[in-house]
């Protein structure tokens, strides 16, 4: 069973960056999204950012495109998000998430995936952000 760990997550001012990491363990090597997500109370569960482990391609939300870059390390099977002159509006718990059914993957991408099709959540790792 694929479990994922977050972490990186704290309290900066605006302007400023955090890099989040999110552990992969239990991987069976077949390829997948892997996405972060943001959740608040007034928004709920949005999209972020997401990369194909197969092709290691990227996309963003339009919010963060230009500041936030999503990338992985194969060898130590992580994924990093690194959050760039970050916004009040980025505050929230961020979560990583994978194992979308393949079809899904190949039909829609991950940039139109939605969270329900995600089968493996980490905990969270939460990001505040001041101004």
């Known amino acids: 069973q694929v479990q994922l760990v977050e972490s990186g997550g704290g309290s900066v001012q605006a302007g400023g960056s955090l890099r989040l990491s999110c552990a992969v363990s239990?991987?069976?090597?077949?390829?997948?999204?892997i996405s972060w997500f943001r959740q608040t109370p007034a928004t709920g569960r949005d999209w972020v950012a997401g990369i194909y482990t197969g092709n290691t391609s990227p996309v963003y939300a339009d919010s963060v495109k230009g500041r936030f870059t999503i990338s992985q390390d194969i060898a130590k099977n992580v994924v990093y998000l690194q959050m760039n002159t970050l916004k009040t509006e980025d505050t929230g718990m961020y979560y990583c998430?994978?194992?979308?059914?393949?079809?899904?993957?190949?039909?829609?991408?991950?940039?139109?995936?939605?969270?329900?099709?995600?089968?493996?959540w980490g905990q969270g790792t939460q990001v505040t952000v001041s101004s």
């Open positions: 239990g991987y069976t090597g077949s390829k997948n999204c």
């Open positions: 998430a994978t194992g979308a059914p393949m079809w899904a993957v190949i039909e829609r991408q991950c940039s139109r995936l939605t969270s329900a099709e995600y089968t493996s």
